[in-house]
């Protein structure tokens, strides 16, 4: 007989099963067989010995998991309507992604915006953008501070879902993620201009080894996304 743990108490050392029969079984740890724990909602092979359960095996890859109960929990059907709900949502979760995709990419190395300063250390040519004054060639403090707007997008990207999460309005939350992904794609070519600009053979030369990375494109593309979304321009196409 085939059939599924309903539950079980550690305590009493007793369960139920709902048979495939459509009949419910009690059954005792001490016809649980396998030496697997009870887990409720495993499929379970039993002998059935009247409304008792015998001999109970859980099926081989069952792990105790009932993925019709997971899909069915409230937590899931809420992911699933903000997802399908509102556009900015799916939009700002492929926003973060791009925040740890290639934003500028080299044969030798290829940085996220996360990751975006770590290219300095190879070229450093950042001197006259801010005057130099942490050595001759070296990022001015002015850049570095700049630099640390490419942290705006992904966390009012992590915003929008959580005020989507909780309820929340999410207009200006929505609009300032989008500005934020333009912003940090404008850094991006910022630092790739910079590079590429330096005279004589060695801009020429990092000019064309140097290119934009699929994250940096990603990130413009979900902050206009996003701009369009929060003004209302653009919606779900699975909203009702």
Do not use: H
């Not at 359960?53 to 899909?71: H, S, T």
């Amino acid at each position: 007989m085939k059939g599924k743990v309903l539950g079980f108490s550690a305590d009493a050392g007793t369960g139920a099963i709902a048979g495939d029969d459509g009949k419910r079984y009690v059954f005792s740890v001490a016809d649980w067989q396998g030496g697997q724990p009870v887990n409720p909602g495993a499929r379970v092979d039993f002998e059935a010995d009247g409304q008792v359960a015998r001999g109970i095996y859980a099926e081989a890859g069952g792990a105790g998991i009932d993925m019709g109960a997971i899909a069915a929990s409230p937590a899931v059907g809420r992911a699933k309507s903000l997802l399908t709900g509102t556009i900015a949502v799916p939009i700002a979760i492929v926003a973060l992604l791009a925040c740890v995709m290639p934003a500028l990419s080299m044969p030798q190395k290829s940085v996220s915006l996360l990751d975006l300063p770590s290219i300095l250390t190879i070229l450093n040519p950042f001197g006259a953008l801010g005057g130099g004054d942490e050595g001759a060639g070296g990022p001015s403090a002015g850049f570095k501070l700049l630099l640390m707007l490419r942290f705006a997008a992904p966390l009012l990207s992590a915003l929008l879902l959580w005020q989507a999460w909780r309820g929340g309005a999410l207009r200006m939350v929505t609009l300032a993620a989008g500005a934020a992904s333009i912003l940090a794609f404008l850094l991006v070519m910022l630092v790739r201009t910079g590079i590429t600009s330096q005279g004589g053979m060695f801009g020429e030369a990092i000019g064309s080894a140097l290119s934009t990375g699929f994250g940096a494109w990603l990130l413009l593309l979900c902050g206009i996304g996003l701009i369009l979304a929060g003004l209302g321009k653009i919606t779900s196409p699975f909203k009702a």
